[in-house]
């Protein structure tokens, strides 16, 4: 057995599945900052951060918070992290339509819950989720 592959398998299973987690969220924020034809200032300065921090998300040295995920996302106007089959992963996958087109409306069946922002409300009626400001 390689030297490689012995040190690979005293590391913990927590520790590779944080490794792989964090890999995939800062390969997630990358592509999404590419595709946006942003440089990681240009990022930083829309998610209000220091490009520094914003430079240890992308390398996966930093811890994420819920706060700085949503920051994230709200600039990058794209979802980065979603939870499977999550009750409320249907709205979460239009959260990017809601903050580009203004879109308040959404089929999804459901009684109601507090959206992300304080001043954001939505109230089910039948199959209907729709959206109202406070």
Known sequence: MSRL?????????????KARKSAEISYRIDVLRKKKGWDKGELARQAKMPQSQLTRIISGNANLTIETIE???IALEDIILTIPDSPIAAFEERKKNRIKNGGFAFSMPMASFIAEE???VVNAESDKIVLTEN
């Open 71 to 73: 920051r994230l996302e």
């Open 5 to 17: 592959l012995k040190l690979m398998g005293e590391i913990s299973l927590e520790t590779r599945i």
């Open 118 to 120: 304080s001043t954001d």
